[in-house]
């Protein structure tokens, strides 16, 4: 049976708890610079970028911003690398790169 939310980081254990649970307004993420992880970052090609804004709601860290209905460049601080948006883009607007 799954514990309550409200017993988390007393004596409650991750296994515990309810799968696919989400706690919110703890926004710990924007804390932490999680880019410099990775060997590889994304690299956007915006003469090729047709704006379909398939990349960015396939990204799990959020690191594509969309402003009025524009995608922006890579958050590189938040980027782990993980090519996701790389395979969602049918215009090859964003490859993937070593890290210089």
């Given at each position: 049976?799954?514990?309550?939310?409200?017993?988390?980081?007393?004596?409650?254990?991750w296994?515990?708890?309810?799968?696919?649970?989400?706690?919110a307004?703890?926004?710990?993420?924007?804390?932490?610079?999680?880019?410099?992880?990775?060997?590889?970052?994304?690299?956007?090609?915006?003469?090729?970028?047709?704006?379909?804004?398939?990349?960015?709601?396939?990204?799990?860290?959020?690191?594509?911003?969309?402003?009025?209905?524009?995608?922006?460049?890579?958050?590189?601080?938040?980027?782990?690398?993980?090519?996701?948006?790389?395979?969602?883009?049918?215009?090859?607007a964003?490859?993937?790169?070593?890290?210089?």
């Open positions: 049976m799954a514990t309550d939310i409200s017993k988390l980081g007393l004596k409650a254990k296994q515990d708890l309810t799968e696919g649970m989400v706690i307004g703890l926004g710990t993420s924007k804390d932490f610079m999680t880019g410099e992880w990775t060997h590889v970052k994304p690299e956007f090609i915006a003469d090729k970028c047709k704006q379909c804004l398939l990349c960015a709601p396939v990204c799990p860290d959020s690191c594509i911003p969309i402003k009025d209905m524009k995608r922006g460049e890579f958050d590189y601080d938040h980027c782990k690398g993980c090519g996701i948006c790389v395979k969602a883009c049918p215009f090859g964003i490859t993937m790169e070593g890290v210089k």
